[in-house]
């Protein structure tokens, strides 16, 4: 969570080199030492949040699509049925042609 967690051993990992996003720690190890104000925790939290919102979006866009599909065919189911004669009996395209073998 901090560089505290590490003691006196602070990694290379906590080390900054940018100047925005560092702190100085007071006399560790006889000079000041640059470390990230932050921790990594938030920025990884930040990138699975984010990767969760894409996914969700992804799925959520696929859902919509299958939903519209849904309708389209349903309305084009009703549309041959209407144009057939209604739900009374076959539709056209559901009759035999009346032929043997076919």
């Known amino acids: 969570m901090s560089y505290k967690d590490w003691g006196n051993n602070i990694p290379g990992s906590c080390k900054c080199s940018e100047?925005?996003?560092c702190t100085e720690l007071p006399q560790y190890g006889g000079r000041p030492v640059k470390i990230y104000s932050e921790p990594c925790f938030h920025t990884m939290l930040e990138?699975?949040?984010?990767?969760?919102?894409?996914?969700m979006g992804f799925f959520f866009g696929l859902a919509v699509i299958a939903l519209v599909c849904l309708v389209a065919s349903l309305l084009?189911?009703?549309?041959?049925?209407?144009?057939d004669g209604g739900s009374r009996g076959q539709s056209i395209a559901m009759k035999s042609s009346g032929l043997p073998g076919l």
């Open 47 to 55: 990138l699975v949040d984010l990767a969760f919102k894409i996914f």
């Open 19 to 21: 100047a925005t996003k």
């Open 76 to 83: 084009m189911i009703r549309q041959v049925r209407r144009h």
